[in-house]
């Protein structure tokens, strides 16, 4: 009899032992089952009558909307009335909107995001990107290219 309760001691001591070591022995009849193994329970539904899911979400894709034209710059109301030709200084003199203010410019000088792009006796060329507006001396309309 001593033998049998020996034996039961020893079982209880290591139950024990291996209870408070804090690590778990579960029988793997009685484990808990990982959420993978419900992946089919997922999918199709228990209590939903056609045993579908419902549908995954679809993302929409709106491009985005087309840049806005560029805005053209138009053409300085300016009138040329005026140029320096020399070999030390190519000047012009434009009067522009307000005729009380005339403005002197020289080659690579802007108005209104139009640049003075070459000065000649008579005339002078302004660009904007690949716009060009040639201004002739006594002329009142200028020629655009």
């Known amino acids: 009899m001593r033998s ?5 001691l020893f079982l209880l ?3 024990s032992a291996l209870a408070g070591s804090g690590s778990k022995f579960i029988h793997p009849a009685i484990a808990e089952p990982a959420l993978t193994d419900f992946e ?3 999918e199709r539904p228990l209590f939903v009558p056609t045993r579908r899911g419902p549908p995954k979400p679809v993302a929409h894709y709106e491009p985005p909307p087309p840049p806005p034209p560029p805005v053209e710059t138009p053409p ?3 009138r040329l009335v005026g ?6 200084e190519k000047r012009v003199l ?3 909107d307000n005729p009380a203010k005339p403005r002197s410019l020289q080659q690579g000088d802007a108005i209104d995001g139009w640049a003075v792009t070459r000065v000649d006796p008579r005339s002078i060329e302004l660009r904007n990107g690949e716009r060009s507006l040639v201004l002739v001396l006594g002329k009142k309309d200028a020629h655009s290219r």
Do not use: N
């Open 4 to 8: 049998k309760t020996h034996r039961g």
């Open 13 to 15: 001591l290591i139950v």
């Open 40 to 42: 089919a329970t997922r």
């Open 76 to 78: 300085p109301r300016v």
């Open 83 to 88: 140029i320096v030709y020399s070999e030390q």
């Open 94 to 96: 434009l009067i522009a």
